[in-house]
């Protein structure tokens, strides 16, 4: 194929500009993903949630955790099924010590969790990578392909290229309004059996939401290992190399697809696998 033809395919085609936009936000979300600490990840964010909120939920926290723990006792002792007894008193005071343990180390424990999904996840998606896509050559049916289908994957690289940078900037923001109400689900725990429920919840939504990212980074990694290796050029110098670039467009349109249909469903996937519903 002539190279002044490739050139300017390259300059005019939507599917090269779908590329490029699809790129663009990729980039984006591996700098998000390449994070290692919440503090990077935005520290007027972090100073905000670690300096403001949570000092101020902690201090209700505090009130709510007295008043969690009578209405435990209160709960336990009008039980008329089950007598008031040492052991009933000793769970309550331990459940009532954990709560505000956990309360006062919230934030260095939960930074703690996610380091280890930070390094977790930085095994499998080390610094530098990149899941682009690479343009293809140039030829007839890539041509006619990209003009029958060209402003549909401009459409489809958007949409997706946006759907998963929003999938992993919410798990983010997840962490950050999670680590925000942390000492009010934690203070439940001196309620005894019925309300601790609300930390329980808590609990598991924290992990859901800590070792997604890790579950995202194999989907991202996975999935550009696939568009990376996946060629579709045979480039055999003969006329038969003119007519191979509607496998190219038509691929790379179903892998954009799918990778966000993994991605999408990544939070869905942890809680079954993990039963952290």
Known sequence: MPSWFSDFFKVVSLYNLGQQIWNWFMGVT???????TLETISPDAWNFVSNTVYPWMLSAATVLL???????FIRQSTNLR???TIENWVELIIKVIIANSLMVQGISLMQSFFTVASDMKSVFFPSGTSINIQPSDVDVTTVLSEIVVGLIYLLVCIISGLVIMIEVFARFLNLYLLISVAPLALSTMAGGRGLENTAISWFKSFLANVFQIVIIALIL???GLMISNWGFSNDNGNALDWFDGWQAVLTSLAQITLITSAVKGSDAFMRRAFDLR
Do not use: H, K, T
């Not at 007295?66 to 435990?72: A, D, R, S, V, Y």
């Open 30 to 36: 591996c700098s998000l993903m390449q994070s290692d």
């Open 66 to 72: 007295n008043l969690f723990f009578m209405i435990g």
């Open 82 to 84: 089950e007598n008031m």
């Open 221 to 223: 990694r996975i999935g």
